[in-house]
């Protein structure tokens, strides 16, 4: 079992910057590629970003790449979110996840954090 609890969401303006990070319980952090994701209203969950086990390959959608930047510590247990030149359309509840096949469809995810939100102002 993992517990994922996400924070450092909040409310920014465009063009602004936040980090976000998650924070995993359990011996076995380090099993899982970790992923961030996230949803506007209306819309459906989307990937964001995902890294590896040990954190040498990561991953970025097309619409936060340059922008975005994740990285893990497993010494911590913590996944991190760097969120820079924020757009309106970044505004979502951004979910933690734990995903024991490091493929980062949502369907394959093993486990999830309660979500945090962001809201970037025009």
């Known amino acids: 079992q993992v517990q994922l609890v996400e924070s450092g969401g909040g409310l920014v303006q465009a063009g602004g910057s936040l980090r976000l990070s998650c924070a995993a319980s359990?011996?076995?952090?380090?099993?899982?590629?970790m992923g961030w994701f996230r949803q506007a209203p209306g819309k459906e969950r989307e990937f964001v970003a995902g890294i590896s086990w040990t954190g040498g390959s990561t991953y970025y959608a097309d619409s936060v790449k340059g922008r975005f930047t994740i990285s893990r510590d497993n010494a911590k247990n913590t996944v991190y979110l760097q969120m820079n030149s924020l757009k309106p359309e970044d505004t979502a509840v951004y979910y933690c996840?734990?995903?024991?096949?490091?493929?980062?469809?949502?369907?394959?995810?093993?486990?999830w954090g309660q979500g945090t939100q962001v809201t970037v102002s025009s």
């Open positions: 359990g011996r076995t952090f380090s099993s899982y590629a």
């Open positions: 996840a734990a995903d024991l096949s490091g493929t980062f469809f949502v369907g394959r995810i093993d486990y």
